[in-house]
């Protein structure tokens, strides 16, 4: 489909083993609820200032995780893709690089890996960080310096500054979608760091100091307006480049449930495909270096060279 990146976000086994989840609460994206000898496993505890019920992959030794099977995170969105619930095991994070470097040898071209810390504080409150494992895993496959084919991406900024002192891949500070919200690891802090200033120019220029690159939620470059129309482009783009950052927004998907209202077919079905093209034209339009999604065949055929 031509992405530039494969994009894996990371957890920790409790037997310290970096495997590719969206979240550390198995359920959604496993079949680990339908698993009677592990029942006892689930239970209650608070995640990033969550309460959340379920099964964790820090409960889970690699073995056990590779037990299970994936599932649809979606399925009510995703139907074609729920039919291939069970199909797949969990793959761990060096069996996502070995994918990467098996696709770059058969396609011949560049393909890059831009993986996410999820729930950095959670896990070094466990005993489980992941920060320096990431590292040494990139490291051992061959990737040093700016210019390798990696991003390393966080919600958090400590675990960002730290990894900064620790190799010189490029980083990249997520934003989450709502701008009152403070970066876990900073509400922690107590230092009322909202993702709002670290948007402005001034908070722009400080993120600067640690990271290539942000990652806005895509509302920070266009806004919605109360119909759920997009509304006009903001400074943000032209405020990171002037900092210095490259701009890589997410999250782009091309079914209704995700599309701004003008972009959606007639029958305003969920899992309908709309005006994908559409959309990825329009924010292209606003300068961004690059983006996340989960249909990149399109954008692909759409932007210019990879920056």
């Not at 995780?65 to 761990?92: C, Q, V, W, Y």
Request: charged content about 25%.
């Amino acid at each position: 489909m031509d992405a530039d990146y494969v994009e894996p976000d990371l957890v920790m086994t409790k037997d310290k083993h970096l495997i590719a989840r969206h979240d550390n609460e198995l359920s959604l994206t496993t079949d680990v609820s339908e698993r009677l000898e592990f029942a006892s496993r689930y239970r209650n505890q608070t995640v990033d200032g969550k309460e959340i019920s379920g099964w964790f992959t820090e409960d889970f030794t690699l073995e056990e995780i590779k037990s299970l099977r994936a599932i649809e995170r979606i399925p009510h969105i995703r139907p074609g893709n729920a039919r291939m619930d069970g199909s797949f095991r969990i793959p761990t994070f060096q069996e996502i690089i070995d994918l990467a470097k098996s696709m770059q040898i058969s396609q011949k071209r560049l393909i890059g890996i831009y993986p996410e810390i999820k729930h950095s504080t959670h896990f070094s409150q466990l005993g489980l960080a992941m920060e320096e494992s990431v590292v040494e895993t990139l490291h051992r496959n061959g990737y040093h310096g700016p210019n390798a084919p990696v991003y390393i991406q966080s919600f958090e900024v400590n675990n960002l500054k730290e990894l900064k002192t620790m190799t010189s891949l490029r980083l990249l500070q997520l934003y989450e979608s709502d701008k009152s919200l403070q970066p876990f690891d900073q509400a922690e802090a107590g230092t009322g760091l909202t993702y709002e200033e670290m948007s402005t120019p001034r908070g722009l220029l400080e993120v600067a100091t640690y990271a290539y690159a942000v990652g806005p939620e895509k509302s920070y470059i266009i806004p919605r307006d109360t119909s759920n129309r997009l509304g006009n482009k903001t400074s943000f783009v032209d405020d990171a480049h002037a900092a210095g950052l490259k701009v890589h927004p997410y999250t782009f998907r091309a079914e209704n449930a995700f599309l701004p209202v003008n972009y959606q077919t007639q029958d305003r079905s969920p899992s309908a495909i709309g005006d994908f093209t559409s959309e990825i034209r329009t924010y292209l339009d606003t300068g961004i270096d690059g983006l996340f999604s989960d249909h990149p065949d399109i954008p692909a055929r759409l932007r210019g060279p990879c920056m």
